[in-house]
Nanobody
């Protein structure tokens, strides 16, 4: 499975961004996909996940602000991020779970105050 993220950038606090993750390869083996992030100087943490059946899960810090969704026809997962805060600044990584975890290269999101 190969994953390519896009959509990161610089935004002011209160703004919005949408991240995309396009998957290719053994798509049928993917059970779930998700977004993780690694803030500067911190460990990688869960942001949101979505299963093949459409069930979603969010970290408490992003609930109500971020929405994960998938487009099966395009083999793409999105992360809509609204009301961004400076503490959302991080490298955001896409993940695909087949029983083995695949990772994208990451995309930088910077939120200025």
């Amino acid at each position: 499975v190969q994953l390519v993220e896009s959509g990161g950038g610089l935004v002011q606090a209160g703004g919005s961004l949408r991240l995309s993750c396009a998957a290719s390869g053994s798509i049928s083996s993917i059970n779930a996909m998700g977004w993780y992030r690694q803030p500067p100087g911190k460990q990688r943490e869960l942001v949101a996940t979505i299963t093949r059946g459409g069930s979603t899960n969010y970290a408490g810090s992003v609930k109500g602000r971020f929405t994960i969704s998938g487009d099966n026809a395009k083999n793409t997962v999105y992360l809509q991020m609204n009301n961004l805060k400076p503490e959302d600044t991080a490298i955001y990584y896409c993940n695909a779970d087949t029983g083995f975890r695949f990772w994208g290269q990451g995309t930088q999101v910077t939120v200025s105050s």
